[in-house]
């Protein structure tokens, strides 16, 4: 049986009469670094409050080390890190004495503070003033914050949010390194498919509160068709051969046909199938749905209803 470091049971949280989550059953699993993504206003963050005691769901259960996070808060927190809603760092403080300040409330060890200075590569900055760091230094600090106890999980509400793509790879760096070299669970949230896709094993996704798929980045793949697209010289012709052939066509657009298939063996087929009808095949490619298509797919736009929510 899989050993899951943080499940929720029907979470559920509603602002009068908006459901923000509506009834999540998330599982993460040991090691995993799992990514929450949603577009915004899905209920990311106010899943992460409750995942961190931050707010009281009003329905379900977060369980977190195998215990009921409403019956052991202290103890179970003791046991995470979290970053949620950008750092609120010192500006005119160095690196080293942003952590220090944080140690002498925790009463972490000065060998901790250092180490998660080293785990986020910031030692050789430690003593520059936070005001001369980079956003992405910034970011990095902000998580060796959260590091600072040593957790067994790390929860990070869009730690990517505001980066560029030198800072994205720097924290995507990070994230990697953590339940390999050390050990931790990751739990973060994005609304970006492709900046996930580098770093998660596993992936929920939300829309409207709801989670639309939750499983490992692999099946997300499996779970999605690949299309064979041809170029061909009789567009009808191969249309009709397809057809009765019994292919599914997804779209045709110009000289250009869409096909369902499965794999290489379906893709030498359709051009067996095509070169026997007459039909003359000048390009054919296998192509696998990006993770951007699936997200489309699954996150429907939102409705008008969630629009005048929105708009007032
Ligand atoms: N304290 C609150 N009172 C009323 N409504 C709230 C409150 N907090 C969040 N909401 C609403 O709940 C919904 C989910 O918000 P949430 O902040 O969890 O989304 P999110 O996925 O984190 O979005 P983003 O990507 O923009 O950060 C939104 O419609 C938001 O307006
Ligand atoms: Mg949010």
Known sequence: MAHYTLTTTNLTRRFGRLTAVDALDLAVPKGAVYGFLGPNGAGKTTTI????????????EVTLFDQPLRRNRVRLLGRLGALVEGPSLYPQLTGRENLEVTRRMTGATRAQRD???????????????????????????????????EPELLVLDEPTNGLDPAGIREIRELICTLPQELGITVFLSSHLLAEIEQMATHIGIIQRGKLVFQGTLDALHAQTEEHVVLGVDQVEQARRVLIEAGWHIHSNGGRRLAVAANGQSDAALINAQLVRAGVNVY??????????????????????????TRCG
């Open 115 to 149: 180490r998660a200075l080293h785990i986020v590569r910031l030692e050789d900055d430690a003593d520059r003033l936070v005001k001369t760091y980079s956003l992405g230094m910034r970011q990095r600090l902000a998580v060796a914050l959260a590091l600072l106890g």
């Open 49 to 60: 409050r409750m995942l961190l005691g931050l707010i009281r769901p009003t329905a379900g």
């Open 283 to 308: 390009n054919l490619t296998l192509q696998q749905p990006t993770l951007e298509d699936i997200f489309l797919s699954v996150t429907v736009r939102p409705n008008r209803e969630a629009k005048q």
